[in-house]
């Protein structure tokens, strides 16, 4: 994701909020992978893609919703949904996006990022994408706790960010750094 990373990290300097669709999950023949990424910028423009094309115009209307509203979304894409055939989801494979704001708060998580791709390091971006377990995709979420859409970037031995608890920080962070060390990337529960 660098061309989306870098117009991500220029707008975020420059305090300009984006919508930013990640894959965070996929199945059978689903068309990118987790960590494809799609930011839709507040002019409309858009960067990067989540499925080569045939989810994206659903995802940027959902993006400028999330963009002008600020509630984070976790979607879902798949072959035996209705909504997947109107979109043009016809691969067969299945997709969770998750949609976010960033805007100018998130600068020092971004420049953690950015440093560490300069330095040539790995990092870990973890994002609370489902508050409650028992929230279906697509479901307005609850969140009684305040997490969704809450992240940790891992760099360099480095955490910038808060799940929202420190029991919750470290477990995640954990399993983030086992994740990294490994190349993969993952949901975690």
């Given at each position: 994701?660098?061309?989306?990373?870098?117009?991500?990290?220029?707008?975020?300097?420059?305090r300009?909020?984006?919508?930013?669709?990640?894959?965070?999950?996929?199945?059978?023949?689903?068309?990118?992978?987790?960590?494809?990424?799609?930011l839709?910028?507040?002019?409309?423009?858009?960067?990067?893609?989540?499925?080569?094309?045939?989810?994206?115009?659903?995802?940027?209307?959902?993006?400028?919703?999330?963009?002008?509203?600020?509630?984070?979304?976790?979607?879902?894409?798949?072959?035996?949904d209705?909504?997947?055939?109107?979109?043009?989801?016809?691969?067969?494979?299945?997709?969770?996006?998750?949609?976010?704001?960033?805007?100018?708060?998130?600068?020092?998580?971004?420049?953690?990022?950015?440093?560490?791709?300069?330095?040539?390091?790995?990092?870990?971006?973890?994002?609370?994408?489902?508050?409650?377990?028992?929230?279906?995709?697509?479901?307005?979420?609850?969140?009684?706790?305040?997490?969704?859409?809450?992240?940790?970037?891992?760099?360099?031995?480095?955490?910038?960010?808060?799940?929202?608890?420190?029991?919750?920080?470290?477990?995640?962070?954990?399993?983030?750094?086992?994740?990294?060390?490994?190349?993969?990337?993952?949901?975690?529960?």
């Open positions: 994701m660098p061309d989306v990373f870098d117009d991500l990290h220029r707008r975020c300097r420059a300009e909020p984006v919508a930013l669709a990640t894959v965070v999950a996929t199945w059978r023949s689903a068309p990118q992978p987790p960590g494809a990424a799609m839709v910028a507040a002019d409309g423009t858009v960067t990067g893609s989540v499925s080569g094309g045939c989810v994206e115009a659903d995802l940027y209307e959902r993006a400028r919703h999330v963009l002008a509203t600020g509630v984070p979304e976790l979607v879902h894409y798949g072959v035996s209705d909504e997947a055939y109107a979109v043009g989801l016809t691969c067969g494979g299945m997709l969770d996006v998750f949609v976010e704001r960033v805007d100018g708060d998130a600068r020092a998580q971004v420049d953690a990022v950015a440093a560490a791709r300069r330095a040539g390091e790995p990092a870990a971006v973890v994002t609370c994408v489902a508050a409650d377990a028992g929230d279906p995709p697509g479901a307005a979420p609850t969140d009684p706790a305040g997490r969704l859409g809450r992240r940790l970037v891992l760099t360099g031995g480095q955490v910038t960010g808060s799940l929202g608890d420190d029991r919750l920080d470290d477990a995640a962070t954990d399993d983030a750094l086992g994740l990294l060390a490994a190349g993969h990337s993952g949901v975690l529960r």
